[in-house]
């Protein structure tokens, strides 16, 4: 049986919780959305170059998926 892999630190200990996916994540990896300031984790952050650029949350970006 092949060995589970280990979860990135920033998964494992956090005490955040995503608002979009549900996932704890540490406080030190969370991304802020440019337009309406909400906290995700990384997994949901949506990065955008065509319009104002920087990270946006899903709900911001009409739920254009994960990691744009």
Request: aromatic share 8%.
């Amino acid at each position: 049986m092949a060995e589970r892999a280990e979860i990135p630190w920033w998964l494992d200990e956090g005490e955040e919780q995503c608002a979009f996916c549900l996932q704890t994540y540490a406080y030190e990896v969370e991304v802020r959305c440019a337009d309406c300031d909400r906290p995700s984790c990384p997994h949901c952050v949506v990065t955008v170059r065509e319009r104002t650029s920087g990270h946006h949350c899903p709900e911001c970006c009409g739920g254009a998926g994960k990691g744009g």
